[in-house]
């Protein structure tokens, strides 16, 4: 076991607690605007599909759905946490960087935990969680996180990454207890009764973040001989996503493909439906699948279960499934990959 800092004091749950509520004021705090935006352009000088509005959308997110006190409370509420633990581990946590500040949760879980946090910051998202781990020491210099660059000296592991990544951490973390997180992606259900104000809430769930997110929806199962043409119609104000010189390239690339191979498929000018019993669809294109009955459709999706993130469907309809509209919007209890984290974390040094 190692501690990041000699004599640290030992913080109480409530004064951990104490700091992300901080954070989340002094993200909600107009007079920091420009510090945020400030980050925000940094981040995306860094990586430019995290784009200034995106950025500053997950900021938010995050100030909203995971530092509210009430919500935080709530949470902890659901576990016997220790005030002060006897002993503190440190977790390793490698961070993706797929979407901005992503790696943010596995952080709040292990400090919330009373653990300490090693954090492996993404290539990809450096900037962004590298401010809200520097605005969280300075709310509180005793949280235990330090930012490293190799996972040698840590007693556990959280990881996410690509299946190819995951098979490495397995094997060099397989004498530690770990998470390790493979690709995963989510799904839309669709009944025929949706209006054009769940459509819409649908193109966000797709197009946000530019779906490069394992909550955005990559697939769509849709009962036999589904009209799209109120789908396209709902989500026209969306396609200024299109203005996006990544986004563009990947869709004129996409669409050349399916051109000189002839595969069927629908365009609206910035997002394809094409037929495919696959999960994950390319950027700027999604998949979809038809039905006949429901009991055909959950048996598909029990096939498939260990590579889905999250379903969601009108009213939230489909048995756990989110409503339309609520896929990048994880309340703090829902685990990536359906695993609970803080349960994880809670039973370290456990039989």
């Not at 995306?44 to 995106?54: A, D, G, K, R």
């Not at 530092?67 to 390793?92: F, R, S």
């Not at 993706?96 to 919330?112: E, K, R």
């Not at 990881?159 to 973390?173: K, L, P, V």
Request: charged share 20%; net charge negative; hydrophobic share 40%.
């Amino acid at each position: 076991m190692i501690t990041f800092v000699e004599n640290i004091e030992k913080m109480t749950l409530q004064a951990r607690i104490n700091a992300f509520v901080a954070l989340g004021k002094f993200i909600n705090d107009r007079n920091n605007a420009p510090i945020l935006e400030e980050w925000a352009y940094r981040a995306m000088n860094q990586n430019n599909w995290f784009t200034l509005e995106n950025s500053l959308n997950a900021l938010q997110a995050i100030a909203s759905h995971y530092l509210d006190e009430q919500k935080l409370q709530e949470w902890a509420g659901l576990y016997e946490i220790q005030d002060t633990p006897d002993k503190i581990y440190t977790v390793g946590v490698i961070m993706a960087g797929n979407i901005p500040a992503v790696g943010f949760h596995d952080l709040l879980t292990v400090i919330i935990s009373g653990h300490a946090c090693a954090v492996k910051l993404s290539s990809q998202d450096g900037v962004l969680m590298g401010f809200l781990i520097k605005q969280l020491l300075e709310i509180d210099a005793n949280l235990d996180i330090r930012i490293v660059e190799m996972m040698k000296e840590v007693d556990a592991l959280i990881a996410t990454g690509s299946d190819n990544s995951a098979r490495y951490f397995e094997y060099y973390f397989r004498n530690k207890p770990h998470i390790i997180r493979k690709n995963r992606s989510s799904i839309a259900i669709l009944n025929g009764e949706e209006t054009t104000e769940d459509f819409l809430k649908l193109g966000y769930d797709i197009t946000s973040y530019f779906g490069l997110g394992c909550r955005n929806i990559s697939k769509m199962f849709v009962p036999k001989d589904y009209n799209f043409s109120p789908f396209y119609d709902a989500i026209e104000s969306l396609g200024d996503i299109f203005y996006h010189n990544r986004y563009k390239n990947n869709y004129d690339y996409n669409k050349s493909i399916y051109l000189v191979n002839g595969v069927p498929h629908l365009d609206n000018g910035f997002l394809m439906l094409t037929e495919n019993e696959q999960f994950v669809s390319p950027i700027s294109t999604v998949f979809y699948e038809t039905y006949n009955s429901v009991a055909e459709l959950e048996e598909k999706i029990a096939e498939q279960a260990e590579k889905i993130q999250c379903i969601v469907s009108k009213e939230a309809w489909y048995p756990n499934s989110l409503s339309l509209g609520e896929s990048q919007q994880p309340r703090l209890w829902d685990y990536a990959d359906g695993v609970d984290t803080m349960r994880f974390l809670l039973t370290l040094g456990k039989a």
